[in-house]
């Protein structure tokens, strides 16, 4: 018989809520996400998966089926980003300057909804196959699947197919959006050190200056999506932090600079 998911997830929207707030409330950051394993394992514990660390701080449940059958993976990120918090909700994080801005307590939540769905159909034997549950730390940091897949989560019993969502604010609540092809861009991070040569604002003739040189690179890559790559290849270049510098009056001597690219395809990756 085929478990009624929707029917089952309508029951447990209650807890689910509670779940999620409660992440909410306790955002962690990169491979510090010690609390949040804590919580999915006992979760995962509880329903009857086999639980052991992978990744660091990541969570790895599996559900075995007959072996010799297919398995099916769910993947979710755990991290928060080093954002403070100014919604003023009821849940919101009582972490100083660390939140879920980025919907990570959602991605948890939603997996463990169908962790425990999976595991109620299994005991119901509406199914033969494996379940793995796969909970990834640091993904703000691009690291953390990495660290998973080099421990071995596809393995034993090995993957066949996984399933993984983001949430997209964009959408009303309710909604699953889905396409053919890629729809989640490829992250790598970019950073750059420039060193120049200090002096007094007053004389910056005298200066080798960094922080003109910054501001040359910010807009100059921003030509590497327009006149390096297809049109039709989405691609973006954007600069997240630029930092040099402590006095009005004074050029300084470095500039660092840490940005993101996204890219669809391999060649672009390359290109960029």
Known sequence: MTPDFRKEADLLA?????????????????????RTAAKISGFLQEWGY???????????????GVPGSKTVAVRADMDALPVT?????????????????????????????????????????AFSGSIVMLFQPAEELNLGAAAMIKDGVLADPKVDMIFGLHNHPSYPAGTVVVKEGPMMAAVDTLKIRITGRGSHGAIPHMAADPIVAAA????????????????????????????????NNVIPETVEMTGTFRSFRHEVRDAL
């Open 14 to 34: 209650g807890w689910l809520t509670e779940v999620r707030r409660d992440f909410h409330r306790f955002p962690e950051e990169s491979f510090g996400e010690t």
């Open 50 to 64: 086999e639980v052991t660390a992978a990744g660091g701080t990541g969570v790895k449940g599996v559900l075995r």
């Open 85 to 125: 918090e100014e919604t003023g909700l009821e849940f919101a994080s009582a972490i100083p300057g660390m939140m879920h801005a980025c919907g990570h307590d959602i991605h948890i939540t939603c997996a463990l909804g169908a962790a425990r769905m999976l595991a109620g159909a299994a005991k119901g034997g």
């Open 216 to 247: 040359s690179v910010v807009m100059n890559l921003q030509t590497a999506v327009s006149r390096n790559t297809d049109p039709q290849d989405p691609a973006v270049v954007s600069f997240g932090t630029v930092q040099g510098g402590t006095a």
